[in-house]
């Protein structure tokens, strides 16, 4: 396939934290993979960051440890295009010309921004009805207030996909009700204007079931709010110490019994982390019950550090090159710009922007 046929993949990560081994798998691995095959692009969304009003000084460190991070971990920029969004201005100019095509309802509807207004509002449960908090976002003093950007996140994330007329965007479950706006904001674009400006992305196929990480909390999966992470930047002290207080149970009571849930989320991380045979090891002196945990977890912090530790070298000695960052980045934004500016030229067109 020739270079400019290849199929346009785009994914993007805000800037909020150090990324997790539940990031790794699920996501950053599985990118570095395809590298070679699409024609890739990865970014740092750190605009949609904005939503939740961070310190302009943690704002700026996430974005640059994330990117450090992504290329630690062998996002290769020789091979993808690797951007910071807000390098990017035609996506902000973009963001509103596309908001005049989107509905209020619509947005207040999509379940991430109903999560995030409770959050904002400090309602914990979902006992609350949509019209109890919809009156809420209305009535609340500004103190409390539900920031229109978090409103129109979706558009904003609608926006870094069309205007790279990505077709792929490999995105986690939590990220598909988006992906679906996308798909309508570009098929009303297209019909309001009658043009075929837009393609219709879809989540990436893997071809299997989605990698499922879960955190050391013996419940739910490995999530930055949770508390429940390992992160690529442990330290392998700390990282040995947080999986030797993975929660367990009593161990099995009698042969052949059914795991509990803190005991199949570990057996899930060490089918991630170690050989087959190490797995099946332990899987039968469950089933016989011999099983101690304390070796399990011992195994499976080794494991995960044969992995962790490379990685979180190459972030130390990447952190510590402003001019490679430097370099990664604004090469980055002249290739997303480019696309972007040429997108962004046919939707001024099209909406009738035009020059006298
Ligand atoms: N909303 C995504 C998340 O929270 C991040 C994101 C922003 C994104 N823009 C995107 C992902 C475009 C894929 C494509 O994870």
Known sequence: MSENKKEIVLSGIRSTGNLHIGNYFGALKKFVAIQDDYDCNFFIADLHALTTNPSPEDLHKNVKTILAEYLAAGLDPEKSTIFIQSDVP???????????????????????FKDKARKCLGISTTDESDEDIEKQ???????????????????????????????????GKDQLQHLELTRRFARRFNSFYGVDLFPEPTDFDWGCAP????????????????????????DPKVLRKKVMRAVTDEGPQAPNSAMSEPIANLFCLLELASTPETVAQFRQAYA???????????????????????????????????????????RGAERARERAAATLAEVRQVMGIRKF
């Open 288 to 330: 016989d019950c011999s099983i101690r945990y304390g070796d399990l977890k011992k195994q499976l912090a080794e494991d995960l550090l044969a992995i962790t530790v490379p990685i979180r070298e190459r972030i130390n000695d990447i952190l510590a090159d402003d001019d490679y960052l430097r370099k990664v980045v604004s």
């Open 211 to 234: 990698i499922k990480v879960p955190g050391l909390d013996g419940s739910g999966k490995m999530g930055k709010s949770e508390g429940n992470c390992i992160y690529l930047a442990d």
């Open 90 to 112: 035609e996506i902000a100019e973009m963001y509103l010309l596309l908001n005049m095509h989107v509905g209020i309802g619509e947005l207040m509807r999509t379940t991430s």
């Open 137 to 171: 976002i209305i009535g609340t003093d500004t103190n409390k207030r539900v920031n229109a950007g978090l409103l129109t996140y979706p558009t904003l994330m609608a926006v870094d996909i069309l205007i790279q007329k990505a077709t792929k965007v490999p995105v």
